[in-house]
């Protein structure tokens, strides 16, 4: 299995509606396909969504890589989809996420400061600016985590979709309905 890091630009067709729970509507819908993908093909990486500009960095089987890129520039969601990174690695660096996704945040306002950008603009960012954003989404102090990979356990690595106290939750509660059945059947 050969491993390949590939980033993204684009501009979003949809028009921005107002942000519910953190997140854009749009954007939020993505990030629910795209981790549920993401899990199921191994993929690791982040997404930032700010000034209408999406950028995107994925992480994984080149072959599974390449057929999400594939469906992104299909989507009719994004326009002018730029390329800006495409080669392969030896090893994952965003182990512990299916889709990272980072909102506009302190961190990226300073990133943007630093570089002297006026707005988020992904598709002009130079080499070292699409490895600083990597960088920063990588070490974003945001704790979205909805899919992520739980290396304790002995999964093999694979994308974890429930955290452990929502599956005691769920036993917990199935327990308790088997329990108040046999119950209700008894009283018959």
């Not at 890589?65 to 800006?84: M, P, W």
């Not at 990272?100 to 961190?107: G, I």
Request: glycine share 8%; net charge negative; hydrophobic share 35%.
């Amino acid at each position: 299995m050969s491993l390949m890091r590939l980033a993204y630009a684009s501009e979003a067709t949809f028009q921005a509606k107002p942000v519910e729970k953190g997140v854009e509507p749009h954007v939020a819908r993505i990030l629910m396909t795209s981790r549920k993908n993401n899990a199921r093909d191994q993929l690791v990486g982040g997404l930032y969504y700010g000034d209408n500009r999406f950028f995107q960095y994925l992480e994984g089987d080149e072959s599974a890589v390449r057929e999400t890129y594939g469906r992104i520039l299909k989507d009719e969601r994004h326009r002018n989809v730029k390329t800006l990174i495409e080669e392969p690695i030896t090893e994952r660096t965003f182990s512990n996420w299916s889709m990272k996704y980072v909102p506009l945040s302190k961190d990226v306002r300073q990133f943007l400061d630093a570089e002297g950008l006026e707005s988020f603009d992904p598709a002009n960012f130079t080499a070292d600016q699409c490895e600083k954003m990597i960088e920063l989404i990588r070490n974003s102090s945001q704790d979205q985590k909805l899919v992520n990979y739980d290396d304790d356990r002995a999964t093999g690595n694979q994308p974890q979709v429930m955290s452990g106290g929502l599956k005691a939750g769920i036993i917990v509660a199935g327990i308790c309905i088997v329990g108040a059945l046999l119950f209700a059947g008894s009283m018959l």
